[in-house]
């Protein structure tokens, strides 16, 4: 059964959704379809999948990049799009006959040429404790799909392990920014990069959002640039290797060096 849920007309100037790619504006969309048909909240990450007809993986980026956005808010169940319940008329969901009852009041104005502000029912707006309940929810650590041991896994896979209290705290923040399947992903990714830069801080990777990193690599067998500039530095270096012993000049006396001599006979 399909259903309607309310939309902000003024949605059009709201920053949040103008700083948004064009394609991703229509993913926040159909993230509040889904949310919709499932009472207010989104559902496991495989079935916005199915709904959104791509793999998990970028079904958990949409939704790493609506957190960031703050379009998306984290729950004490999950993910709901940011101030669902207090934008949602509970009586349009509960009471069937609601459309036709305001329809009616609708041409019941129209005839009077007059104009009304509709006002909602007091028992449906959102209070001021509620409002805070809801903040302190979202900043409550570790919520799912995180998990405790989600914390252990990250620090025995990060490859430069030092500053783990710092790294916990960062965790902690990035926990509401994106989901495990994109962070460990992501540092895999990082773990086994093939560059001769050193690893950063854990405390500083997190903070810094590098799980949104997308690193060049190889394509058709080509080589990267630092590939080939590896390969350039290998060959330089052969000529400052030893030569075989016992090889010497013309004259009997020195190496034979790897280079031609400039010195005139």
């Known amino acids: 059964m399909s259903r309607w849920f309310?939309?902000?007309?003024?949605v059009i100037n709201d920053p949040k959704?103008?700083?948004?790619?064009?394609?991703?504006?229509?993913?926040?969309?159909?993230?509040?379809?889904?949310?919709?048909k499932n009472g207010g909240i989104l559902?496991?990450?495989?079935?916005?999948?199915?709904?959104?007809?791509?793999?998990t993986t970028k079904a958990a980026e949409y939704l790493?990049?609506?957190?960031?956005?703050?379009?998306?808010?984290?729950?004490?169940?999950?993910?709901?799009?940011?101030?669902?319940?207090?934008?949602?008329?509970?009586?349009?969901?509960?009471?069937?006959t609601a459309p036709s009852r305001?329809?009616?009041?609708?041409?019941?104005?129209?005839?009077?040429?007059?104009?009304?502000?509709?006002?909602?029912?007091?028992?449906?707006?959102?209070?001021?404790?509620?409002?805070?309940?809801k903040e302190r929810t979202r900043a409550s650590a570790l919520n799912a799909p995180w998990v405790e041991a989600d914390r252990e896994r990250f620090w025995a896979?990060?490859?430069?392990?030092?500053?783990?209290?710092?790294?916990?705290?960062?965790?902690?923040?990035?926990?509401?920014k994106t989901t495990p399947d994109v962070l460990f992903s992501a540092l895999n990714r990082y773990a086994n990069k093939t560059d001769d830069r050193?690893?950063?801080?854990?405390?500083?990777?997190?903070?810094?959002?590098?799980w949104l990193d997308q690193p060049a690599?190889?394509?058709?067998?080509?080589?990267?640039?630092?590939?080939?500039?590896d390969d350039l530095l290998a060959k330089l270096r052969a000529f400052d290797e030893p030569a075989p012993d016992g090889l010497c000049d013309r004259e009997g006396e020195d190496v034979v060096r790897l280079l031609p001599s400039n010195r005139r006979g």
Not at 67 to 72: E, K, M, Q, Y
Not at 198 to 210: M, Y
Request: aromatic fraction near 6%; hydrophobic fraction near 40%; proline fraction near 5%.
């Open 198 to 210: 050193p690893f950063c801080n854990p405390a500083t990777w997190l903070n810094q959002e590098r």
């Open 102 to 133: 305001q329809k009616a009041y609708r041409d019941r104005i129209k005839d009077r040429n007059a104009t009304v502000t509709v006002e909602r029912p007091h028992t449906e707006t959102e209070t001021h404790t509620q409002s805070e309940k």
């Open 17 to 36: 959704i103008l700083l948004l790619p064009e394609a991703m504006r229509w993913i926040w969309v159909a993230f509040l379809c889904i949310a919709s």
């Open 6 to 10: 309310r939309l902000d007309d003024d």
């Open 64 to 96: 790493t990049r609506l957190v960031t956005a703050g379009l998306i808010d984290k729950t004490e169940t999950g993910f709901a799009p940011h101030n669902w319940n207090a934008r949602q008329f509970k009586s349009d969901v509960t009471d069937p």
């Open 43 to 55: 559902p496991k990450i495989e079935i916005i999948a199915l709904s959104l007809r791509v793999r």
């Open 157 to 176: 896979e990060f490859p430069n392990k030092v500053g783990k209290a710092d790294a916990m705290k960062a965790l902690e923040k990035a926990s509401h």
């Open 217 to 229: 690599i190889a394509t058709n067998g080509r080589r990267t640039v630092q590939q080939a500039a």
